[in-house]
């Protein structure tokens, strides 16, 4: 059973994302090849080793998700191969309180 | 309801309802066999037809939420799903109907859908793994067909039953069923290579595309080395069971690539 959950991936959650590493997990999902936003995942990589268990993310480190998740939604909405999404499709499933967040980050960026 | 789950269902409904109707169809004076052959054959045929076309539609009900360039490999793909399946049905009603010994079939004009189906789900998928920039082996022409010349002269020395139709058409007929598995496995392998890149949302919708062209490798295997055993294409519940398999895996693949116009 865990041959065919392997090769069938693991399906994208379909509820309100509440933190920045849960929006940019699923963000970095959308995108057609991998290899493309390899270097950002590895930064995303690198945060989410230091997360404690409570999942709470320093300012620190979620200003940095801010970033690396703008860079993929950039990446995402220009560049992708097979498809051109638009910021509302990929800003849809995070709660008000991340959104609010991440426009805060935008505008001080 | 999602827009996805609607149109699924109502492809569902759709084929319940021409299988059953198939059943009251009235039997053609040049059927040979009984009255429940010929309606299990009719019904399975337009099973085959409609799980192959539904795929199909679900493939395309999601193209327009991407670029032009991957909208023409999934409209190549869906095509090719299509032709197997009106292929496959379409051989029953020559069969059903007494057309076997028409030209159609005598000379090799039968096979042209699945030589299509061959051919567009091949270039289908490679023009897909060059739109996401992912290179393979399979999706070399220069390697790939040579492999099927190859395969195909091979094939025509391996001795066979006395064929039934004439031996010029039973050539072309195996050839084009060695050449499509040639095509069908080196499709395989480029979505297989694809899905290992592509992001986690497109990753189910490659495994069961993957999946429905396993089984149209092991439906086209078991048509070539069942047709050298009885000098032409074998039939019986085997090979219902196996195309009725298959065209139900392109629907799921089909419904898992729909969704992802879904985010």
Known sequence: MVIFKNFFGTSQSTEIMTSALDLVTVTAGLASNSDDIRPLLGRVRSIAERVPPSGMLSPEDEAALFKIYLEMEH?????????????????????RGLLTRLE?????? | ??????????????????????FLVPLPQSWQGSYDEFHWALANSALYAMLHIGAAILFLSAVNAYKVQLRAAYMTIALGVVLVGVGLAHVVFLNIFGLLQ???????????????????????????????????????????????????????????????????SYDFSNAINVWNVILYAASLGIVLRIKSRIGMHYTASMAWLAIGL?????????????????GQTPEGRVLELLVISGGCLYFLAGYSFAKTKEL
């Open chain 2, 1 to 22: 309801m999602r827009t996805v789950n609607k149109i699924t269902l109502a492809i569902i409904l759709l084929t319940i309802v021409i299988y059953l109707v198939s």
């Open chain 2, 214 to 230: 396993i089984g149209s490798v092991i439906i086209t295997t078991y048509v070539l080395i069942g047709s050298l055993f009885v």
């Open chain 2, 102 to 168: 028409s030209p159609w079939v005598q000379y090799g004009g039968v096979l042209f859908p699945f030589l299509g189906a061959g051919l567009t789900m091949y270039f289908g998928t490679r023009s897909m793994a060059r739109l996401v920039d992912v290179s393979s082996a399979f999706a070399r022409v220069g390697i790939v067909f040579p492999v099927g010349v190859v395969s195909v002269v091979a094939a025509s020395l391996i001795p066979h039953a006395p064929a039934v139709i004439p031996e010029l």
């Open chain 1, 104 to 109: 805060a980050y935008e505008k001080k960026a």
């Open chain 1, 75 to 95: 990446y995402l909405m220009t560049s992708d191969p097979i498809r051109a999404y638009t910021r509302e499709e990929l800003r849809a499933k995070a709660s």
